[in-house]
């Protein structure tokens, strides 16, 4: 096909937010697709992973990735299918999951280092998965839980964000390894499917009710395992209950990334003291040479019927601005996925 | 001997303190010596131990040890010399080490196991080094650094309150197994001596500049491990220069303990994530049946001339008050020790 004639809507950033992501901070640009060169595929999104790190991309400074650029489009994982090609590694038709950023299509070399393409089945589970507990989640959830928190059978282990892309993944993992399941979660809907769909054995709703409480009732003998996607308030009330020799995996602390003033520290943190405890930091891309491991395990567990992940999709690439904040408003349910074009 | 004619001077908790600990906070009581029954020995106190957690140990609440009780004699660790015996254990003119209290004499069964004497021999070493790097604040900078922070040959290890107990310990430990020991201390003559004449190579003033100036000078390629026994504003600024795969060992926080708000939490803590690293606290009591290992290698390196820990030693039972502040102004300069009575 020539795809000079096709039109390539695309999201930059066009200022560094202060606060909570603004339309304004956000640039649509459109541009045509240009002709794959020897060795270059033309990739058509059709659905984008919406991630709380995104906020941490937008603003200057170290990090364990470089910001995003002002008037770069903007970083997103994504899925697509592959319209045109010149390279022996990727065949029109095929899907494929990688950095695709937030745009309707991506132009490159098939083997581009940032991207990193690689091959997703549609028949083996539904494209969305792949960004969900097949994808950068799953394996956050898996390699954060098993390596960094360590849990034994027989251990209470606690999750923030539990109907989130990670937490929905790191309870049912937790089960499936001998331990006792705990989720925390904003409203009386996400916590009944957390425990009715996802087999929790409890989850506390934070927005009607108090954490400390419900862990004092849910955690009698104390928290093993904390997996912390939140920080804030609620990693001071898990620190209060922990266990002797307890882990805490600090995965992420949404609840402090769009803060306009300094980042809340846990103010119980001599609490690693009194329990000989740790609080341990891991990013998941350290194991990308193990991601096979993981998928094949929670492959087996899906296909067995005893694991399940939601999305939330979200129709529009317009609609991304809006639909970023969903994320830090604890409105999504489940993964949240912006559908960028309709599955042929 | 006959015992009863002594009379033993003792100090009380009278009640708990709100920030920093007043004279009014502490009793003065005395009592006649009580003759020792069968089993039974009478220590005259010639040395205690002045500790941070000893500050701890006076508030209520759930810890690593039991608050001491209202009106109960204060808690501490001492050195003392068998002055009456009805025990095969210990014979009277024999050094004992053990949990004496704050008093003049402690009389009770040879095998107490509260107390938990054991023999230590003024020949070997001079008796306060027994309260000090062979002692609790030698064995938790051991400890503390060896199984905790595991460090390696080439690391640079940072340890605050550098000319403290413990911190001198950590940074001499450090440099006998080739690592980099940085610290922080506050004031040119405590510097001073923790370069020149404890080896570390180099000391941060804190009193006198900026610790992240500090540390970045010091620590070009970050910080590997860390030993923190201070918390507040000097954990935050280690926070912002940790290495990879960075190691923290929470050993205490000094700056919080006399808090009237809430403690500090390290608003840093994300540095964890970005930096793959931990935090992990530790209590010294959990490596007791090891303490001989740790007693053995200082003491080669003592006798090798290549290790040397400094006491600051203040006299009389009745400052009792006014040196335990010591610590929390930074005012002592080496381990701090209140000699109770002469060595005879």
New interface residues.
């Given amino acids: 096909m020539t795809t000079t004639a096709l039109t390539n809507q695309q999201v930059r950033l066009a200022a560094r937010p202060v606060g909570l992501p603004k339309r304004s901070d956000w640039k649509f640009t459109s541009e045509p697709v240009r002709e794959p060169g020897d060795g270059e595929i033309v990739v058509k999104v059709l659905y984008l992973s919406l991630d709380p790190a995104m906020r941490g991309w937008m603003n200057e400074g170290?990090?364990?990735i470089r910001p995003v650029a002002i008037d770069e489009v903007m970083r997103a994982g994504g899925i697509g299918k592959v319209v045109a090609s010149k390279s022996p590694k990727f065949a029109v038709g095929e899907y494929v999951s990688g950095g695709t950023g937030v745009q309707e299509y991506w132009v490159g070399p098939a083997d581009d280092k940032t991207a990193a393409f690689y091959k997703v089945d549609p028949r083996m589970a539904p494209l969305p998965k792949y960004l969900n507990s097949l994808g950068m989640p799953g394996m956050t959830a898996y390699f954060g839980l098993l390596d960094v928190g360590q849990p034994k059978p027989g251990d209470t282990v606690v999750v923030s964000g539990a109907a989130g892309a990670v937490g929905q993944t790191v309870g049912q993992i937790a089960k499936h390894k001998g331990c006792r399941a705990i989720g925390i979660a904003g409203g009386k809907e996400k916590c009944d499917f957390v425990v009715n769909e996802l087999g929790f054995d409890a989850c506390i709703d934070y927005k009607n009710g108090s954490v400390r409480e419900g862990l004092k009732q849910h955690c009698p003998t104390g928290v093993n395992v904390y997996f912390d996607n939140v920080?804030g308030d609620i990693l001071?009330d898990v620190l209060a209950k922990l266990a002797m020799k307890a882990r805490i995996v600090?995965?992420?602390?949404i609840s402090?990334y769009n803060n306009t003033t300094?980042?809340?520290?846990?103010?119980?943190?001599?609490?690693?003291?009194?329990?000989?405890?740790?609080?341990?930091?891991?990013?998941v891309f350290?194991y990308a040479d193990r991601y096979h491991v993981a998928a094949a395990e929670m492959g087996k567990w899906m296909q067995a019927g005893t694991f399940q992940t939601r999305e939330d999709i979200v129709k529009g690439l317009d609609t991304f601005p809006e639909t970023l904040l969903m994320l830090f408003e604890g409105k999504n349910f489940g993964k949240l996925v912006l559908q960028v074009a309709d599955e042929e």
């Avoid at 520290?265 to 003291?273: I, M, T, V």
């Fill in positions: 170290k990090s364990y920080g001071d600090i995965c992420g602390a402090q300094p980042v809340k520290g846990p103010a119980n943190y001599l609490s690693l003291l009194v329990n000989r405890a740790r609080m341990e930091g891991m990013v350290d």
